[in-house]
T-cell receptor, first 114, second 113 residues
Framework: AQSVAQPEDQVNVAEGNPLTVKCTYS??????LFWYVQYPNRGLQFLLK??????LVKGSYGFEAEFNKSQTSFHLKKPSALVSDSALYFC????????????FGKGNQVVVIP | NAGVMQNPRHLVRRRGQEARLRCSPM?????VYWYRQLPEEGLKFMVY????????ESGMPKERFSAEFPKEGPSILRIQQVVRGDSAAYFC???????????FGPGTRLLVL
């Protein structure tokens, strides 16, 4: 079964500092990996995805994520956090040989402190 | 270019009533997915549909829940005889193809009194 783990409940970071949100995954084959962001009372917005190719993936709003196969991780990063980045971040995975369902982590609340 | 649309955004039902949630996919998308988000939890897959076909309903509760995506009109998630435990946010997503990125709607927040 495919799954992801987001080990931290909340990530606090000062505005202007680097932001990292951690994600590890488990799939039977090669993974498709995704990051989404959810603002209060809103739907999920797609940030970026890893399918194949370069391990460093660049996405929307200055975010990037690094795929690490040996550590089965796909951490989300941003070099300089903004207050407006405060939101709930979800990592998701699907098996490229399986069905289309996404398995989501429980989410990380990011709080950027002015 | 409209995104995924869901209505209603908020729905209040009393125990035993029926809830109907609607989802219109992005223009050109023929693949629709429904997910449920319980309080303090991530999203859980419910069902995957293409036009007039249920492809994967492995995440649907065995009773009271059904979904359809007719040839014309929106996808419908139907919950019969709602119970308090059905209170959650229900999100619809759509994709262009079966291995493409899923784009999510704003969700329907169901409250069962």
């Amino acid at each position: 079964a495919q799954s992801v783990a987001q080990p931290e409940d909340q990530v606090n970071v000062a505005e202007g500092n680097p932001l990292t949100v951690k994600c590890t995954y488990s799939v039977s084959g090669n993974p498709y990996l995704f990051w989404y962001v959810q603002y209060p009372n809103r739907g999920l917005q797609f940030l970026l995805k890893y399918i194949t190719g370069d391990n460093l993936v660049k996405g929307s709003y200055g975010f990037e994520a690094e795929f690490n196969k040996s550590q089965t991780s796909f951490h989300l990063k941003k070099p300089s956090a903004l207050v407006s980045d405060s939101a709930l971040y979800f990592c998701a995975v699907r098996d490229i040989y399986g069905n289309n369902r996404l398995a989501f982590g429980k989410g990380n609340q990011v709080v950027v402190i002015p | 270019n409209a995104g995924v649309m869901q209505n209603p955004r908020h729905l209040v039902r009393r125990r035993g009533q029926e809830a109907r949630l609607r989802c219109s996919p992005m223009k050109g998308h023929s693949h629709v997915y429904w997910y449920r988000q319980l309080p303090e939890e991530g999203l859980k897959f419910m069902v995957y549909l293409q036009k007039e076909n249920i492809i994967d309903e492995s995440g649907m509760p065995k009773e009271r829940f059904s979904a359809e995506f007719p040839k014309e009109g929106p996808s419908i998630l139907r919950i019969q005889q709602v119970v308090r435990g059905d209170s959650a946010a229900y999100f619809c997503a759509s994709s262009l193809g079966d291995r493409e990125t899923q784009y999510f709607g704003p969700g329907t927040r169901l409250l069962v009194l």
